[in-house]
């Protein structure tokens, strides 16, 4: 078989072939992903089209300055990750070393304000299915409930997809230190990338759907 | 015991017939087709079957003429089927304007009917021959299905939802109502019958029920309830007048303007908030919890037939039903 | 020692002991449950769905007993609708969707296009071990006490209504999504970039165009499943109103997002089905395929269009009639790729050399009643039509005509095809031909008699009926009898041929194809060197040519001249 210092598997027959299978592989799967999140997007939709107004009352409630904040984080480790793929085919250890775990550090911090901004609604008692919303205090609760429903299920969703893209960013980092990766073996990086971004664009479609279709005034800017 | 085997069911309706041309075409040519194809396999089977020569020919490849032939030949008789379809479908869309009014609720596992004049049923509906009815459907619980197989109708049955179908009955007799929608452990327990009689001995029937009907009915609920509080159609009026309302275009507060049909009363009473017409304050109740579908089918009957002129004089001794405590809010303080 | 007239298989003497292949190659239970071969994982699906289709199979059986009178009394209400559900459930998820791309495709997808293995053999492991975990869940839903909503699970009938495990069910129909999924990645991935020197796109075998077109819709249409289902999940679990109307919600929204996957899912049952008659039909009609090209592109037309079709199953469910109208339009429109294919099968069995083998009887048997299914549904597609059949046993008898008459037709002729190369051994050939005659007609016999009573106005999921309909059910569970026991057949002789059965050479059907030119079994590697490829498939023309060169037959053939 060809020279590949153990990088070939058994089914290919070039190095070549093995990355342009695992580069369509991941594109594949993203349009997978794409059709999970179109579902829940197609359901918004009807939904939002039905009730516009109960829609925006419940958006207002929203905490738009923690969804800024996770916007830019979100995007910066976009960046950083796009900088990793730079890295591996510069052959920069440490620099790529540097931007993944930079990666995984920003979606933490992302993690991390969700999980609070998640806290900060159930003490503004936004939570539908348990003792922590009051139904008497919308015109149209179960409305209301229908718009939140889909903010949890939607972020929520998200915020497993970038746990897993945690997940894999520190096993790519713990790998990069051991210098595995380099312009001939840089498919991981490049594959785990695409999939960051891909978490990252979800993001991009639910800020506005979710926190900005009402107006909002500096009294919405809060913690 | 065969004879009495029904292999194709009755044509008791002025649609039945319809439908059953349609479906006789579209058999007429897939049968012939199909023979076609199963004359053809069983022939070249048997004609070129493996032996010394049998015409083995492999150097066939295709024909575009074929092809072409075979695909645009199917496409022009399916576009005759699409539409014949399409127009026997829409003749049950719309029912005549003299049709008599029939209500059904649907849930599980039992219909219940109510005629316009009050009279109700339990899984029986009588109609008369030769009749235009409409059917307006809801259901109780979950999707049900109102299908009578001789009339040719079939329809799903929401809830929340009003759904319209229309038949004419063509023939004097007892006809199956099936409910087709799964809907549970008796789901095929919900069958019923539709009776079709004579004008005449259905006009007995009718005055044998005699109840009142669901327009009077409805009256008296909307004076039990307490509409006429405020929607009494005099100078002291808090809501918008109902009279010579259903069917009319209703403008709401934010710029849209909606139909008034029985989807819209039936969502104003339990929802009152959800469109708040133009002009007037959102202070009515909601009255969900206390009104039933079958007190709403009343309700309903009631503000379509009611005239200018005819509501209800309002008593001056009746005390207005409590106004919402939100009314001045439309939503809750910012904290 | 081959001829144009030769009816018998090849049977060869026993091999050496010793040549290896992949059943051979290791042995241990942990070197099947961590094999990463294609072919030893499609053994593996195989063991599973078989199993699952005796399940379900089961479920039908007591079905079709209770209908045998009028007052469906062998078993409750409560437990009839769990057995239909049950039935449902199993065959469409556990069996249907994964039988021929899991067992056939996974075995021969690879082989077909000259590769060693598929792209992603871990994935392909995993696919397995996630099918097996769904089926864990939905066994255990079932067992524990059963899910009564019907395999459509309609809200608010299955959101609020039901008491039964709705949503265990749901989870393991989830979970076994993500198989569909892998294993359609796997083979996209697969053709695109692991084709042999020499295979291009117009030399694909077109068993191959249609495992490519079901992949491409199990991608893309399966993960709007588990969207729908989980939010009926949610709903359940949580009390939210997402499909309930008392609270705002729109049962009609869950019906749209269940059928956007689940009307493409009935193409990925049928596809690869219609991908083995082509290639059955071609061997034993030593012909090539009539208009390779016009069938090649019905596989991937029928998988656009069948994603545009979905509310034809919701004509009466209070959609616009507008909207009714372009999903019935867009419903004839599907239907004709699928007759074009028909047209060209038929085609291709003029002036053939036709032998009468019994993958062939199942493949000509698949021709007859998927026809029968398919014309149905342009019935179907005629809205005053459907208004009247939709919700009865008319619907039924549609869909099993062309899964069971189709779909499952095709799969036994398929496993017939290649058992000599999957195993190394041939089946009896006698036996199998009673198994095909009992199958097709019991097939004929359980649902024929259905389109009359759908029409009739016999509703669907009903376990007990009017008297008047009995005979007609008889007749149908007298059908369903006999091909159960049809069933058992192959069954019972594949099983036994795996030891008693007569050892095959490398090409026993003297078929054209890649995987013909290995052992039998073949070796785990699949190919001693990547073969090259330089004509398109059934190229039986060569072969032919080839046999008169040999045995001087004289001229069967006429002088080579233009295609017709």
């Known amino acids: 078989m060809a020279t590949n210092s153990g990088l070939l598997a058994h089914q290919f027959d070039d190095l070549e072939q093995q990355r342009d299978t695992e580069l369509l592989s991941m594109w594949l799967f993203l349009a997978t992903e794409l059709l999970i999140f179109g579902g829940l997007f197609t359901g918004y939709a009807a939904y939002r089209y039905a009730y516009p107004n109960d829609f925006e009352a419940a958006s207002r409630h929203l905490n738009v300055l923690i969804g800024a904040i996770n916007t830019i984080v979100l995007l910066s480790s976009s960046l950083t990750m796009a900088l990793a793929v730079h890295a591996t085919h510069k052959n920069r250890q440490n620099m790529l070393v540097a931007c993944l775990a930079l990666t995984a550090l920003l979606g933490t911090v992302f993690m991390i304000l969700k999980g609070f901004e998640y806290y900060i609604d159930y003490r503004e008692d936004l939570v539908p299915w348990t003792s922590h919303f009051r139904a008497e205090e919308w015109i149209n609760p179960g409305q209301i409930a229908l718009f939140l429903l889909f903010y949890y299920v939607m972020t929520g969703l998200h915020a497993i997809h970038l746990t897993v893209g945690i997940g894999l960013m520190l096993w790519l980092t713990i790998q990069a230190r051991r210098g595995r990766y380099s312009p001939e073996h840089y498919i991981p990086v490049e594959v785990i990338g695409l999939y960051w971004h891909f978490v990252d664009i979800v993001w991009i479609f639910l800020l506005p759907l979710l926190y900005l279709i009402g107006t909002h005034s500096p009294g919405d800017l809060h913690f | ?335 | 020692m081959s001829t144009v007239l030769e009816q018998e298989p090849q049977a060869v003497p026993p091999a050496p002991e010793s040549r290896r292949n992949y059943l051979n190659a290791a042995f241990g239970v942990k070197s099947w449950l961590l094999t990463t071969d294609h072919k030893r994982i499609a053994i593996l699906y195989l063991a599973s769905v078989t199993f699952m289709f005796f399940l379900g199979g089961a479920a039908a059986t007591l079905i079709r007993l209770n209908l045998m009178t009028p007052q469906g009394d062998l078993v409750t209400a409560d437990t009839y609708n769990k057995l239909f559900t049950m039935h449902g459930v199993i065959m469409v998820w556990f069996f249907l969707v994964p039988v021929i791309p899991n067992v056939l495709g996974n075995f021969f997808l690879p082989m077909m296009i000259g590769a060693r293995d598929l792209a992603l053999p871990k994935i392909n492991l995993a696919s397995w071990y996630v099918f097996m975990a769904g089926a864990a869940f939905t066994l255990w839903a079932i067992l524990a006490g059963g899910v009564d909503t019907g395999w459509t699970f309609y809200t608010p009938f299955s959101s609020k209504s039901s008491h039964t495990n709705v949503i265990p069910t749901l989870i393991g129909i989830v979970i076994s999504g993500f198989s569909s999924i892998f294993t359609g990645l796997n083979f996209v991935v697969t053709v695109h970039r692991m084709r042999a020197p020499g295979m291009t796109w117009g030399r694909l075998p077109l068993f191959i165009w249609s495992l490519y077109a079901t992949s491409v819709i199990l991608l893309l249409a399966t993960p709007v499943l588990a969207i729908a289902l989980t939010l009926v999940m949610v709903e359940r679990f949580f009390q939210i109103g997402i499909f309930d109307p008392a609270l705002g919600g729109d049962p009609l929204l869950f019906q749209h997002l269940f059928w956007f996957y689940s009307h493409p899912v009935v193409y990925v049952m049928v596809l690869p089905g219609m991908g083995i008659v082509s290639e059955i039909i071609t061997c034993y009609s030593r012909k090539t395929i009539f208009g390779y090209q016009f069938v090649a592109l019905a596989s991937i037309a029928i998988a656009v269009l069948g994603f545009l079709v979905w509310a034809h199953h919701m004509f009466v469910a209070g959609q616009s009639v507008y909207s009714a109208m372009i999903f019935s339009a867009l419903s004839y429109a599907v239907a004709i790729p699928s007759a074009i294919k028909v047209f060209n099968w038929t085609a291709t069995l003029y002036k053939g050399s036709i032998s009468l083998q019994t993958p062939m009887l199942f493949a000509l048997g698949f021709i007859a009643l998927f026809t029968i299914g398919g014309v149905t549904g342009l019935m179907l597609a005629a809205l005053g039509v459907d208004m009247h059949v939709h919700d009865t046993y008319f619907i039924i008898a549609h869909f099993h005509f062309i899964m069971v008459g189709g779909s499952v037709m095709a799969y036994m002729g398929g496993l017939h095809y290649w058992w000599p190369k999957m195993t190394g051994r041939l089946y009896p050939e006698g036996w199998a031909k009673v198994a095909a005659m009992l199958i097709f007609f019991g097939f004929i016999l359980t649902f024929l008699p259905q389109f009359v009573l759908g029409y009739l106005g016999m509703p669907r999921r009903y376990h007990a009926y009017p008297p008047k309909y009995q005979v007609l059910n008889a007749m149908s569970s007298a059908g369903a009898s006999i091909l159960a026991v049809g069933y058992l057949f192959p069954f019972t002789y594949l099983l036994w041929s795996l030891g008693y059965g007569k050892r095959s050479g490398p090409n026993p059907w003297k078929a054209t194809g890649l995987e013909w030119q290995t052992p039998s079994p073949p070796p785990t590697d699949n190919f001693e060197t990547t073969p090259i490829v330089t004509t398109g498939p059934y190229n039986y023309l060569q072969q032919a040519l080839t046999d008169v060169e040999e045995n001087e037959i004289g001229d069967q053939l006429r002088a080579p001249g233009p295609p017709v």
Request: glycine letters at 6%; aromatic letters at 12%; charged letters at 20%.
């Open chain 2, 1 to 335: 015991m065969f004879a009495a085997v029904p292999l194709f069911p009755e044509q008791a309706s002025t649609h039945a017939g319809r439908v059953d041309s349609l479906f006789f075409f579209i058999v007429a040519i897939t049968a012939a087709v199909s023979l076609l194809v199963t004359v053809l396999i069983i022939t070249f089977a048997v004609r070129y079957r493996r032996r010394p020569n049998n015409n083995y020919d492999p150097h066939i490849q295709g024909s575009m003429k074929l092809e072409l032939f075979w695909t645009i030949t199917p496409f022009f008789f399916f576009m005759v089927m699409f539409v014949w379809g399409a127009r026997v479908y829409f003749a049950v869309a719309e029912s005549p304007i003299d049709a008599m009014e029939v209500y059904v609720v649907g849930k599980q596992w039992m219909w219940k009917m109510q005629h316009q004049t009050g009279q109700r049923e339990i899984n029986v509906l009588h109609v008369p021959v030769g009749q235009a009815v409409k059917l307006t459907l809801t259901s109780e619980d979950v999707i049900h299905d109102f299908f009578v197989p001789d009339f040719r109708i079939k329809l799903d049955v929401l809830p929340g939802r009003y759904m319209h179908t229309w038949f004419q009955a063509t023939k004097v007799g007892t006809y199956d109502l099936y409910c087709s929608q799964y809907c549970g452990t008796n789901h095929a327990g919900m069958i019923g019958k539709v009776v079709v009689m004579e004008k005449a001995q259905f006009d007995g029937w009718l005055s044998s029920q005699a109840e009142g009907s669901l327009a009077l009915q409805g009256r008296k609920l909307f004076l039990k309830y307490q509409c006429i509080t405020c929607h009494s159609a005099d100078s002291q009026a808090r809501a918008p007048v109902l009279e010579g309302l259903f069917g009319r275009m209703v403008a709401l507060e934010d710029g849209k303007t909606v139909v008034a049909n029985e989807d819209y009363i039936r969502e104003s009473i339990y929802k009152p908030r959800a469109k708040i017409v133009f002009g007037w304050r959102p202070i009515m109740p909601s009255f969900e919890g206390q009104i039933d579908e079958q007190e709403m089918i009343e309700l309903i009957a009631f503000i379509k037939a009611l005239r200018p002129g005819e509501t209800p004089v309002r008593n001056e001794e009746s005390t207005p039903p409590a106004v919402d405590p939100t009314s001045e809010e439309v939503t809750r303080p910012k904290p």
